[in-house]
């Protein structure tokens, strides 16, 4: 390496060598070719390239229209009961053209000189003859026939779903059902998002004694068997949707308060809330408008994974008999009252088992691509 020296030719300049450059020209920052993006923002532009989260979306909002409107779509309650025309298949005239929805039913084991007789078989319910055979010298068959017909039901009447084994409108029943469960895990994963909110957040900010004790009360919490107590909650308190609602905020909450807990222990001491802090900033100020809203996307994401799992348990518990009481419905009392008839009429089950699988799937969906949106590791890809 070589040291340059004042006697140095290159070190030997005169003021002539020198010149200004740029003298007359006035220099600004480069002006941003686009405008800048929020985190929001950003979010949202990832999100809509998901394809399969914009789907999943697509169908949340359309069962959210069927829950909210689809029990007055025709004329019957979801309570209303006709012991004539009980456990009927489904029946929707606009469609009985295509063969499907057609309120047909297969009769089993029928002795073949009988279908000729309009006292068993009325106003040519017969559609087809099925599976002949000869029993015992007895020529029997399977009929399919037109079960409305066949029960002499009125031409206006029309069970687009079916009816239960009370006569009453499954479609009315099965969106009903389905607000129902929809109402409970909205409001469940709302409160739990609440409690974990505050909980989480005071323990993380404050940390040191108040967070050792206030973690060491949910692990005792949480090492409490959670059927048990849910259970043991609803036979205390009697079955309803507040009773259902309170039983699934007992130990769910938990594990959003761990999360905002460590968030607050990230971004805690990071230089703009120790300079707010410094000029005197309140605490409620500080974890609420300074710390809190970096944990906005997780908590958003971490609710859209709560709903399917509190539907799924309030259908479990519906199922065994701890859900809400007749004459109300939810998807879990469907199922439980569709099972008891399933070889014999197993549309009772596959309507509402089809919705809450589709649900299922629609918010896991939603939930990871909300998941892949909010991750910082990804903004501006």
Not at 3 to 14: F, N, T, V
Not at 329 to 343: E, F, M, N, P, Y
Request: charged residues 20%; contains cysteine.
């Amino acid at each position: 390496m070589r040291l340059y020296s004042p006697d140095d030719e290159y070190c030997r300049l005169s003021p002539e060598d020198l010149s200004i450059v740029r003298k007359d020209e006035e220099i600004t920052d480069t002006v941003p070719e686009e405008k800048p993006v929020s985190f929001f923002k950003d979010a949202a532009i990832r999100f809509a390239k998901n394809k399969a989260s914009i789907t999943a979306l697509i169908v949340i909002l359309i069962i959210a229209f069927f829950a909210a409107f689809g029990p007055d779509m025709n004329d019957f309650s979801f309570k209303e009961q006709h012991p004539d025309y009980i456990n009927m298949p489904p029946y929707i005239p606009a469609l009985s053209g295509l063969g499907i929805f057609d309120g047909s039913y297969v009769l089993q084991n029928r002795r073949m000189d009988a279908l000729s007789d309009p006292a068993k078989y009325p106003n040519d319910c017969v559609l087809e003859v099925m599976d002949e055979r000869e029993v015992r010298g007895v020529m029997m068959c399977d009929v399919r026939v037109n079960y409305y017909k066949y029960m002499d039901a009125p031409q206006d009447l029309a069970f687009w779903f079916g009816s239960d084994y009370l006569g009453r409108d499954l479609w009315t029943r099965m969106w009903r059902g389905a607000r129902v469960s929809l109402l409970i895990a909205v409001l469940s994963v709302l409160s739990n998002v609440f409690i974990g909110i505050i909980y989480g957040s005071i323990a993380g900010y404050y940390g040191g004694r108040t967070d050792m004790i206030m973690m060491r009360i949910t692990e005792i919490i949480g090492a409490m068997p959670n059927l048990v107590m849910v259970t043991l909650f609803i036979m205390f308190f009697g079955a309803g949707i507040l009773s259902i609602v309170l039983a699934l905020l007992l130990q769910n909450w938990i594990g959003t308060a761990r999360m905002i807990r460590a968030q607050f222990y990230r971004y805690k001491g990071y230089e703009y809330v120790l300079a707010a802090r410094t000029l005197g900033v309140k605490d409620r100020s500080l974890i609420f408008r300074h710390i809190l809203p970096n944990a906005i996307g997780p908590i958003i994401t971490r609710a859209m994974v709560a709903i399917p799992g509190a539907i799924f348990t309030e259908s479990f518990l519906a199922y065994l008999g701890l859900g809400i009481q007749a004459p109300e419905t939810s998807i879990g009392i469907l199922l439980a009252d569709g099972q008891k008839v399933l070889q014999q009429f197993p549309s009772q089950v596959l309507f509402p088992s089809v919705l809450i699988s589709v649900l299922m799937v629609a918010f896991n969906l939603l939930s990871n691509g909300l998941r892949d949106a909010f991750d910082p590791t990804q903004s501006g890809t």
